[in-house]
C-alpha cells in the first residue's frame, strides 16, 4: 500500500489549504483513511478520520469546524479541506489507512504516507 500527500504549503492566517492523499496498493474504498500532524518537537496527533463509504467522520477537537475531511473512492483519494488556519496549525501532515471499514475509538493505522508540509504564518 503506498499513500501520497501533496497539497501542503504556505498560507498566511485565515486562508485555506486543501490536501490530497492517493492511495494505490490497495482496495481503497474498503479502508477507513486518516489525517494526522506533527509539530516540531511534538508528538503526532490525531487530525482528522473517514470510513469506508464517507459516511462518518470524527475530528480531533482543535480542528473542529475548520477542517473537512472526505474521499473519492473512485479516485482512490482522500482529501483534508482546511479553512480558518491558524498557526498552531503548522505541522507536518501525514494520511493513513487502516485495512478495515471503520476507524476504531483509537485511530490506529496500518499505512502510513509520507508527509506534507503546511505552514501557516501570523
Known amino acids: 500500500v503506498q499513500l501520497q500527500a501533496s497539497g501542503g504549503g504556505l498560507v498566511q492566517a485565515g486562508g485555506s489549504l486543501r490536501l490530497s492523499c492517493v492511495a494505490s496498493g490497495c482496495a481503497f474504498s474498503s479502508y477507513a483513511m486518516g489525517w494526522f500532524r506533527q509539530a516540531p518537537g511534538e508528538e503526532r496527533e490525531f487530525v482528522a478520520a473517514i470510513n469506508w463509504s464517507g459516511g462518518s467522520t470524527d475530528y480531533a477537537d482543535s480542528v473542529k469546524g475548520r477542517f473537512s475531511i472526505s474521499r473519492d473512492n473512485a479516485k482512490n483519494t482522500a482529501y483534508l479541506q482546511m479553512n480558518s488556519l491558524k498557526p498552531e496549525d503548522t505541522a507536518v501532515y501525514y494520511c493513513?489507512?487502516?485495512?478495515?471499514?471503520?476507524?476504531?475509538?483509537?485511530?490506529?493505522?496500518?499505512?502510513w504516507g509520507k508527509g506534507t508540509q503546511v505552514t501557516v504564518s501570523s
Open positions: 493513513a489507512a487502516r485495512s478495515r471499514r471503520e476507524y476504531d475509538v483509537g485511530y490506529l493505522m496500518d499505512y
